[in-house]
């Protein structure tokens, strides 16, 4: 069936490292994806999007990365800091008008070590 | 500030209990969603709506319902006919439904717990 998945549940890191954390996708209609930090006890909290005619978008020490042709979504953290530990969803977006929805992953547990 | 309230942030039901969860946004969004999360798990679209007086069902309706009579206000019910409704719960809203992609913006959550 299709779904959004990731490949790692859990990553930890220490402080000051880059963290990437992946995403698989596996509908290729798909045209927007997010990614979503949410940190305990609250709702997630927008990071980046990008659109599926781009394959690479940069925010402030954020990287997202799209390759449709293997249907595989990274997120990049340039020097981890304590502050970035949280729970990192990917969601897609499905259909147009009235059926839009995104469709979210599981999530992936960062933890930063000091 | 602009934003989108959850109220309560902690709930308790009795069986057989319907309890209400309050989404307010000040935001002037068009759309608006609730999500239910559950320990370990992403999120899974009950409700969403994209215009007033109208909403449709997500993936999980059953045991749920929900009116949308003003912009700003998306009030979520939990029936009795839910029989598992222990849960984080999460509101969301976004400029416009579907026209444009844009991302949903969330509240803090209501989390719920049977008694």
């Known amino acids: 069936g299709e779904s959004v998945g990731l490949h790692l549940p859990t990553l930890s890191v220490q402080e000051g490292d880059n963290s990437i954390i992946n995403c698989a996708y596996s509908n290729s209609a798909s045209d927007y994806f997010i990614w979503y930090k949410q940190e305990s006890g609250k709702g997630p909290q927008f990071i980046i999007d990008?659109?599926?005619?781009?394959d690479k978008r940069q925010g402030q020490r954020v990287t997202v990365l799209l390759n449709k042709t293997v249907k595989h979504l990274s997120l990049q953290i340039a020097a981890t800091q304590p502050g970035d530990s949280a729970v990192y969803f990917c969601a897609e977006k499905r259909g147009g008008g009235s059926n839009y929805k995104l469709t979210f992953g599981k999530g992936t547990l960062l933890t930063v070590n000091p | 500030d602009g934003g989108i309230t959850q109220s309560p942030k902690y709930l308790f039901r009795k069986e057989g209990q319907n309890v209400t969860l309050s989404c307010e946004q000040n935001?002037?969004?068009?759309?608006m969603y609730w999500y239910r999360q559950d320990p370990g798990q992403g999120l899974r679209l009950i409700y969403y709506s994209h215009i007033v007086n109208d909403f449709q069902k997500g993936d999980i309706a059953e045991g749920y319902s929900v009116s949308r009579e003003k912009k700003e206000s998306f009030p979520l019910t939990v029936t009795s006919a839910q029989k598992n409704p222990t849960a984080f719960y999460l509101c969301a809203s976004s400029p416009q439904g579907g026209v444009s992609n844009q991302p949903q913006h969330f509240g803090d959550g209501t989390r719920l717990s049977i008694l």
């Open positions: 935001l002037n969004h068009d759309a």
């Open positions: 990008i659109r599926s005619n781009m």
